[in-house]
Nanobody
Framework: QVQVVESGGGLVQPGGSLRLSCAAS????????MGWYRQAPGNQRELVAT???????NYADSVKGRFTISRDNAKKTVYLQMNSLEFEDTAVYYC????????????????WGQGTQVTVSS
């Protein structure tokens, strides 16, 4: 069973910073893509940033230049450094991991964390 657990959310003032972490654990062969999504009340879940195992990244236009995604493959952990936070960044942030469970089966399975709340407020 694969588990994905986020941490690091909280309350921050506009212009402040937060760092989210997400660790995957359990029986797996490899983790390919990892990413962060967010969902604000009344909105659909939207992509924030993704990172492949080789390090290539992708960002939503709204966070480019402010957020940085990184990962530690040995620790099966992905991070999201969020700077210059804005009111509009308030949301529940979800992490996902695209996992290959065994060496012989190339299928990927997406696992989600339970989410961590980020609130930007003065």
């Amino acid at each position: 069973q694969v588990q994905v657990v986020e941490s690091g959310g909280g309350l921050v003032q506009p212009g402040g910073s937060l760092r989210l972490s997400c660790a995957a654990s359990g029986s797996m062969f490899s983790i390919n893509g990892m990413g962060w999504y967010r969902q604000a009340p009344g909105n659909q879940r939207e992509l924030v940033a993704t990172i492949r195992s080789g390090g290539s990244t992708n960002y939503a236009d709204s966070v480019k230049g402010r957020f940085t995604i990184s990962r530690d493959n040995a620790k099966k952990t992905v991070y999201l450094q969020m700077n210059s936070l804005e009111f509009e960044d308030t949301a529940v942030y979800y992490c996902n991991a695209d996992v290959q469970l065994t060496r012989t089966r190339k299928d990927e399975y997406r696992y989600w964390g339970q989410g961590t709340q980020v609130t930007v407020s003065s």
